[in-house]
């Protein structure tokens, strides 16, 4: 945690950016205690500005405090796996429809070009990984040309990733990467062609055997499937 605070407009802002870091890139992994008086010395910050980023994080699920100010990162749960695929099956094949339908030459060539740069994901990916994948998917919604549709997805991204990790757990196999390659390049072309239809079908099918499915199954939960109770 090396970045200057001065760079960003306040403490807080800075303390935020890099606890919710630490958090999406598994530095603080799920469960683990935040002690924030030596937290806030490694940021080089002092407690107040430490506490409202963590409240900022708690509000995105991402922390949790209790009465104590104690903050806990939060862990990673069936029911939120689930809730995360479910919503994902849904919302990413409408976006790909509506990108295959409303998509302009400009959105066609970004997709093309950030796809080049996507690879099937393996164990420990880099932020250099996870920003190409979320970067090609990120295209792809932006081509649907629906604003509210766009940040709902965009808001779901960074909370998936928690759970991609989970899902990298247990090493794919290449048959399983090479699938993966396929649909994104399954994907572009639907989406190229302007079949809507296909775009969905490509995009659910993607969703069905994601990371976070497979997060989703680890954890005892599956969409449509009650919650177990977990011990």
């Keep these: 945690m090396s970045e200057p605070a001065g760079v960003y ?3 807080s802002d800075f303390a935020y950016t890099r606890i ?22 490694t940021i080089g910050i002092s407690t107040t500005p430490l ?5 900022r994080l ?11 100010r104690d903050a806990r990162v939060a862990s990673l749960t069936a029911e939120e796996a689930r809730d995360l695929l479910e919503i994902r099956l849904s919302l990413d094949p409408l976006a790909a429809a509506l990108a295959a339908e409303r998509r302009t030459k400009e959105d066609i060539r970004r997709i093309r070009k950030l796809a080049t740069d996507v690879k099937p994901l393996q164990s420990n990916p880099t932020t250099s990984d996870l920003g190409a994948h979320r970067a090609f998917h990120q295209a792809v919604y932006r081509a649907s040309h629906n604003d509210l549709l766009i940040s709902t997805l965009d808001s779901l991204w960074d909370k998936a990733d928690r759970y991609r990790r989970l899902g990298l757990e247990v090493v794919r196999t290449q048959e399983e ?8 390049h399954a994907l572009v072309d639907a989406v190229a062609r302007g079949d809507g239809v296909e775009a ?22 599956e969409p449509g499937q009650p919650v177990p109770q977990l011990t």
């Excluded at 958090?23 to 924030?36: H, K, M, T």
């Excluded at 708690?58 to 104590?68: P, R, T």
């Excluded at 990467?177 to 994104?184: A, G, L, P, S, T």
């Design 200 to 221: 969905a079908t490509v995009m659910r099918r993607h969703i069905s055997t994601s990371l976070g499915a497979r997060a989703a199954t680890r954890l005892g939960a």
């Design 177 to 184: 990467r090479d699938q993966k390659d396929h649909e994104h």
């Design 51 to 55: 506490r409202e980023a963590l409240r």
């Design 20 to 41: 919710r870091e630490g958090i999406l890139s598994g530095e603080f992994e799920p469960g683990a205690v935040l002690q924030q008086a030596g937290l806030a010395r």
């Design 9 to 11: 407009a306040t403490k």
């Design 58 to 68: 708690k509000s995105e699920g991402l922390v949790e405090l209790d009465a104590h």
